[in-house]
């Protein structure tokens, strides 16, 4: 119902006329970072991408007064590193990373208990100041075997033993 011309209205109530928006001009491609083709890019450091990974970081420090650390080793790389392998399982099944990612991560670098020696060995120098370097994390998640990923804690938990099958050990190494 129109209000009559003799009724007096404030400005803030008065009808005001709508906004016209242009018509956009054509979308193109041509940020850096946008991604041309339909495949995601893949090779050294491009890491993987996947939903809200930032959340592993708090699901990492659950774990915190469990695991079993030797010399030369801190909390804070293998949180790093095991999140870092966390967060490539978890993108792999195409979700955000559970409970059940960083279990996987810690028990396959022997953080949880049951460790050989050999393995022990090996991940001093592989974790060590990972929570500082991005390439050092990536690395660490990069080395763990594809097949692997699918495995469940308890799995790699009995192939322990067998933790060369699980990981790609370099040459130089």
Do not use: C
């Amino acid at each position: 119902m129109t209000q009559p011309s003799f009724v007096p209205i404030v400005e803030a109530d008065q009808v005001r006329p709508s906004y016209r928006l242009n018509v956009p001009g054509i979308w193109t491609q041509s940020r850096p970072s946008e991604l041309r083709g339909t495949t995601i890019p893949s090779g050294a450091l491009f890491g993987s991408p996947g939903p809200d990974q930032g959340f592993a970081l708090k699901l990492a420090r659950r774990f915190e007064d469990r695991l079993e650390l030797t010399d030369g080793e801190s909390a804070e790389d293998a949180v790093a590193g095991a999140t870092a392998v966390a967060t490539r399982r978890a993108a792999r099944f195409g979700r955000a990373p559970v409970v059940h990612d960083l279990a996987f991560a810690y028990t396959l670098w022997g953080f949880l208990g049951g460790a050989p020696g050999d393995l022990i060995e090996f991940r001093v120098p592989l974790f060590r100041s990972a929570a500082h370097h991005y390439q050092a994390r990536r690395r660490i998640a990069d080395l763990v075997v594809e097949g692997a990923l699918r495995l469940s804690p308890e799995a790699v938990a009995d192939r322990l033993g067998m933790w060369r099958d699980l990981v790609t050990v370099p040459v130089d190494d």
